[in-house]
């Protein structure tokens, strides 16, 4: 269990040496003052002693804080300087409910602890924490250490996102650098995202470009032109760039996951597709990336799709995924081994998976009659791309 943390510890400190080491530059959510001011809290409720107590345990720990007696109040003062916000639920101008809808609408980073005394039930609670996601649900009343453990948690959350940010925005600047080799800055940072991904989550090292390479040996099985199968490639490469703002202890977690944090899991296409929207790629990449987790009758994420309405590459994707998510060892689980893969795929045939995309991986995969993976990938019809390994590590 120590070497597993230790692992994330490294992969984290890595990941943000990374990001340290690009330029400096402005940006709406200022890194920079991030990390020279005191981190701003804003507090929100109706309830004066309420505000008072709080205003003195955040203060002690030397946090600046913002108290608001209203949401309509909180929405006008919200502005990039705010690190965390603790919300009331039970406000009486708006709910605290339509205050977080508004304040995720100014700024979806920004994590919300919803601190009430309003919403006592344990199934209402969690009825609120699956449909609005906030960071944390404190009732009024609790141990004041929780509350000060979840703010402190709050802002280093937002910490880390400002700095993924940071890091999305300095990899699109390097991009429009130079028209004469964009292609070339294109794939270069395109690798460079994977590797930042790979650095964060070690145990799935290799995995995009596995999935790339696949995807890929599906698309042509396909008839699927070339040049649309260096798309696919290439959104394999990065279908996980979403992961960035995920907690790296959530990436590394050996159990099983909880509700909230497969929730926050479940957020890593959208992510991908706010980092990859803006960049001019020659393909629909971002797209590709948003849709790799949906499935053919609608019970994927983050949309819901079904059937056509998602797209042929993210179909594509979706089974390479599932394959190389299934054979090597995992953190919480042994190997399950390519057998156990092609089980999944040809039993929710048609139902999760384009039966087109899965006709192709079984016959790419049992002419080759390979046992592993890797032997598959490297060895048969895969051809691999010109450039070098992203990670000197094996099979994640």
Known sequence: MHIKKERCRISETLFLKTVNNLNNSKSDMDVNSYEQDKPKVMVIDDEDSVLKTTELILEDEGYQVELCT??????????????????????????????????????????IIFH?????????????????????????????????DTVVSAVESYGNILRNVKLSEELYKELKQSSN???????????????????????????????ANLASAIAREMGIPTEQVDGIHMAGI????????????????????????????????QAG????????????????????????????????????????EARILSVADVVDAIVPHRPYRPA??????????????????????????????????SSNLNQFVYKSKIQLPPHPPLSPRGEG
């Not at 003062?77 to 205050?99: E, R, T, W, Y």
């Not at 020659?282 to 994927?300: K, N, T, Y």
Request: hydrophobic share 35%.
């Open 181 to 211: 080799k964009l292609k070339t800055n294109i794939e270069g940072t395109i690798h460079a995202m994977a590797l930042t991904v790979e650095m964060r989550d070690p145990y799935t090292a290799g995995h995009q470009r596995q999935v």
């Open 238 to 269: 990065i279908h996980d760039i979403g992961k960035l703002h995920i907690p790296s202890e959530i990436l590394c977690k050996s159990g099983q996951l909880t509700q909230p944090e497969f929730g926050m899991i479940k957020t890593h296409p």
């Open 336 to 369: 399950l081994g390519i057998d156990k893969a092609l089980e999944e795929i040809s039993k929710h045939r048609e139902v999760l998976y384009d039966s087109n995309v899965v006709d192709a991986c079984l016959n790419i995969i049992t002419e080759k009659k």
């Open 116 to 148: 009430t005394g309003s919403v006592t039930h344990k199934d209402d609670r969690r009825d609120i924490r699956r449909q609005f996601r906030p960071h944390a649900y404190i009732v009024k009343g609790s141990d004041p250490e929780q509350l000060l």
């Open 273 to 312: 597709y706010d980092i990859l929207k803006t960049i001019e790629f020659q393909w629909p990449i971002a797209e590709f990336v948003l849709q790799h987790h949906e499935r053919m009758d609608g019970s994927g994420y983050p949309s819901g799709l079904s059937g056509d309405n998602i797209l042929i």
């Open 70 to 111: 209203t949401g309509k109040e909180a929405i006008n003062k919200l502005n990039n300087d705010i690190n965390a916000v603790v919300l009331d639920i039970n406000m009486p101008d708006l709910s605290g409910l339509q205050v977080f809808e508004k304040i995720k609408a100014k700024n979806p980073y920004v994590p």
